[in-house]
């Protein structure tokens, strides 16, 4: 259970164009879906935290307008990075948390999706 | 501030035992992860440690001490597969993931 997944796994776009990647929650319902950034040898950054049904909370130095999310459903959440550049290019992953505790009985755990690997040309 | 530190790299000979060590300071404390990430992967799941003590998990324990705001994993009978980046989050009061930038581990034959 509580696998989560990302579509696509990569993805390759010319600069100036958007590009939209897809978090769904296969087998729970997720109340709160977080966004990653990844660049080469770094650890995770996160760039928003959404809740269904509400907008989504920005980290700070995060455009909202240029990463727009929406978190649809208990099972869908969506980013578009609009107007891409080569300076967007990174491994972008979503995670997921269902409320409360999961099923190994741990608080707010977050379940990972694969990940979205994302080239501006 | 909230900050997670855990070094950077650290390399181990296969067969062997290896200690990652992190410190942790945040707002409130709901208890530490550990993830592995293997390059180009997503992160999975280790371990979670809210109690003091050390849990053991076959080949990996993870302790934790939350009077001293420390925790380390152990990896016992290191193996090739190993080879990965080790992650330390720490819950917060608002239950949000604080998370380290990462330990590289090498395991060298």
């Known amino acids: 259970g509580a696998v989560v997944s990302q579509h696509p796994s990569w993805v390759i776009c010319k600069s100036g164009t958007s590009v939209k990647i897809e978090c769904r929650s296969l087998?729970?319902?997720?109340?709160?879906m977080f966004w990653y950034r990844q660049f080469p040898k770094q650890s995770l950054m996160l760039m928003a935290t959404s809740n269904e049904g509400s907008k989504a909370t920005y980290e700070q130095g995060v455009e909202k307008d240029k990463f727009l999310i929406n978190h649809a459903s208990l099972t869908l959440s969506t980013l578009t990075v609009t107007s891409a550049h080569p300076e967007d290019s990174s491994f972008y992953i979503c995670s997921a948390r269902p409320p409360g505790t999961s099923g190994d009985g741990i608080p707010y755990e977050q379940y990972f999706g694969p990940g979205t690997r994302l080239t501006v040309t | 501030g909230q900050n997670i530190d855990q070094p950077t790299e650290m390399t181990a000979t296969e067969g062997a035992i290896v200690q990652i060590n992190c410190t942790y300071q945040t707002s409130g404390f709901n208890g530490l992860f550990w993830y592995q990430q293997h390059a180009g992967e997503a992160p999975t799941f280790l371990s979670y440690?809210?109690l003091d003590g050390l849990e053991e998990k076959g080949r990996f324990s993870s302790f934790l001490s939350r009077s001293k705001g420390y925790s380390y994993l152990l990896l016992k009978e290191l193996q090739m597969k190993d080879s990965a980046s080790y992650l330390c989050?720490?819950?917060?009061?608002?239950?949000?993931?604080?998370w380290g930038a990462g330990t590289k581990l090498i395991i060298k034959p």
């Open positions: 440690n809210v």
């Open positions: 087998d729970f319902q997720a109340t709160t």
């Open positions: 989050a720490a819950l917060d009061s608002n239950y949000q993931l604080i």
